[in-house]
């Protein structure tokens, strides 16, 4: 059964450790992200963006597919859905077909019109018990056409958005979707302390984890992130281990070719590398508790 994110977080901000929002593309990804998640004891969020919803042939359908999982695998760690980067639109279809969290980008407005917007959602999703997540200032790079500059967040603003009542609260502290550059400068913490002085016990959450170094992650959980999320470093795995398969030829031995097989080692790899995350964001054994 599908959960809201905001117990979990909640215990994840007061245990000092962070939860992973791993994206999901297809029945391989959520199997994998699933799998991990059962094997390591740890809560876990799905996290689907608009470009993927509809590859996936719809929100409807995804509700469906992991809903199916969770029963067929005998999931039994908590398991949210999330719309991640989610327009207005997006994020209303999203509660309309099952959903259990969802993300109102509403960083490229102007702030009154993120606060009026997101008060709106916050509103609806609490009626249907569901969490919400908001985001203050920009995240560098480019997701399904969602591009920002990176921009640091104005802590008053933060504190204005998690004022309405949202479960948890995105912040552009520097950074980065996708891969980071070599002359990247960094997170800046001292906008992330600025803004968790301000928020209190908000959980925080960290969007861009593919390429932060492992200490600037626990430091970022030390300072109340308790969301991080991680999409590329999953494509990356999945690529690595398909195209190593096909180059030794695999592909061409006995029925290397069923998909089956063809699929199988980048979905062990999308596994192998959710547990890594898992274990650094300190979550592993945390559904017991």
């Known amino acids: 059964m599908l959960v809201s994110a905001k117990e979990m977080l909640n215990k994840a901000k007061a245990g000092h450790y962070a ?3 791993f994206n999901i593309n297809n029945l391989e990804w959520t ?3 699933l799998l991990a998640a059962e094997e390591t004891r740890s809560p876990v969020i799905l996290g689907v963006s608009e470009g993927a919803g509809k590859y996936m042939t ?14 067929g695998l005998n999931i039994s760690v908590p398991v949210a859905l999330h719309l991640d980067h989610g327009s207005y639109e997006g994020c209303n279809a999203c509660i309309e077909a099952g959903f259990s969290s969802v993300m109102f980008d509403g960083s490229h407005y102007p702030i009154e019109e993120n606060i009026e917007k997101t008060k709106e959602l916050v509103q609806v999703t609490r009626g249907k018990g569901m969490s919400i997540e908001a985001e203050v ?5 480019e997701e399904d056409g969602v591009i920002g500059k990176g921009e640091c967040a104005d802590p008053e603003e933060c504190k204005a958005v998690a004022d309405l009542g949202v479960t948890m609260l995105a912040a552009g502290i520097g950074n980065i979707h996708g891969k980071y550059p070599e002359n990247w400068e960094g997170l800046s913490f001292e906008t992330l302390d ?3 002085k301000l928020t209190g016990d908000m959980p925080l959450v960290l969007h861009g984890g593919t390429g932060i170094p492992d200490d600037m992650i626990k430091k970022a959980i030390t300072l109340g992130v308790a969301k991080i999320n991680v999409n590329t470093e999953c494509q990356i795995a999945f690529a690595e281990a398909t195209r190593g398969y096909i180059e030794a030829g695999k592909d061409r031995e006995g029925k290397g070719f069923d998909p089956r097989k063809l699929l199988a080692p980048g979905t062990d790899a ?3 590398m959710v547990i890594t995350k898992i274990k650094l ?5 945390k559904a017991d508790e």
């Open 281 to 285: 964001f300190g979550s592993e054994g």
């Open 194 to 196: 600025a803004i968790q």
């Open 137 to 141: 200032g920009s995240i560098g790079g």
């Open 58 to 71: 719809g929100y409807k359908t995804v509700v469906g597919m992991v809903n199916g999982m969770l029963e």
């Open 31 to 33: 199997k994998a992200i």
């Open 270 to 272: 999308i596994k192998d």
């Open 19 to 21: 939860v992973g929002q």
